[in-house]
C-alpha cells in the first residue's frame, strides 16, 4: 500500500486522544515514539495488545521511549474500553494516551488502513500497524499485522534496542540479536575507522570470498 514508510516524515497531525489533545510531532519531542494502530475497540486481540503494551510500558519508559496509539472509535470509546483492558490483566495500567480518529482520515495519512479489513458499513478498518518514529519526527521502523494475528511485543522490544544500539554506535544489529550480543560494523566503516571507533577490537569472518565484510565487536 503506498504511503507512510521508512524514512517519511509523520505527518504533524493533532487529535483528541484520552489524554487531551496531542499534536504529534509536538508528543515525539526530542526522543522515540512508538506509534501504533489496532482495528477497533472491544474487541479480542486488540484488547490482549493494548494489555501487553501497558505491561511493557516500564521497559519502553526506561528506553526513553514513549507510546501513543490510535484508533477509529472516540475518547470515550476508549475510555470505556480501558477499563476491560485492565481488567484483563490485574496489575496493569493504561498510562498511554490512546488518539481518537472516528472519520479515519489520520489513519489514512499514517498508512495505517487495512485493506480487506471493513466495518457493518463497508468502511475500512485500520490494520495492526506500528510505526518507530525518530527524534527528526521520521520512520525508522514498522511493522504491519493482518487484524487475525497479534503483535509480539517482545520483539517490538529488541527491535527498539536494535535501533536505538544502531543510531548511537554505528553499528547493526545481526539476526536474532539481543542486548549484550555482538553487533555488526557497518559496511561504509573502514578497517582503519573501525580500530578507532571500537578500541575493544573486533573480529573479522574468515569466508570464502575474503572480502572481511562481516566484522563483530561489542558495544
Not at 503506498?2 to 524514512?7: A, C, F, H, K, N
Not at 486481540?45 to 521497559?59: D, F, G, I, P, S
Request: with cysteine.
Amino acid at each position: 500500500m503506498p504511503g507512510l514508510t521508512i524514512g517519511d516524515t509523520v505527518p504533524n497531525l493533532e487529535l483528541d486522544s484520552t489524554h487531551g489533545k496531542i499534536r504529534i510531532h509536538d508528543y515525539v519531542g526530542n526522543g522515540y515514539v512508538i506509534l501504533f494502530s489496532h482495528p477497533g475497540d472491544f474487541t479480542p486481540v486488540c484488547t490482549t495488545e493494548l494489555a501487553a503494551m501497558a505491561n511493557y510500558a516500564k521497559e519502553f519508559e526506561k528506553r526513553g521511549v514513549k507510546l501513543l496509539g490510535i484508533s477509529c472509535d472516540d475518547v470515550q470509546s476508549h475510555k470505556e474500553w480501558t477499563k476491560d483492558i485492565e481488567a484483563y490483566k490485574p496489575g496493569c495500567k493504561v498510562t498511554y494516551p490512546i488518539m481518537a480518529d472516528p472519520d479515519r482520515s489520520a489513519i489514512k495519512q499514517l498508512n495505517m488502513v487495512d485493506p480487506d479489513e471493513k466495518d457493518s458499513q463497508g468502511v475500512q478498518l485500520p490494520s495492526r500497524t506500528l510505526h518507530i518514529v525518530g527524534p527528526d519526527k521520521k520512520v525508522k521502523l514498522s511493522f504491519l499485522y493482518p487484524s487475525c494475528t497479534g503483535r509480539n511485543m517482545d520483539e517490538v522490544v529488541r527491535a527498539t534496542d536494535s535501533l536505538l544500539t544502531a543510531a548511537k554506535h554505528k553499528v547493526a544489529t545481526p539476526a536474532n540479536w539481543k542486548p549484550g550480543e555482538c553487533v555488526v560494523i557497518a559496511p561504509g566503516v573502514s578497517d582503519d575507522e573501525a580500530k578507532k571507533l571500537f578500541p575493544q577490537g573486533f573480529d573479522t569472518a574468515d569466508l570464502p570470498s575474503k572480502k572481511g565484510y562481516l566484522r563483530f565487536t561489542k558495544v
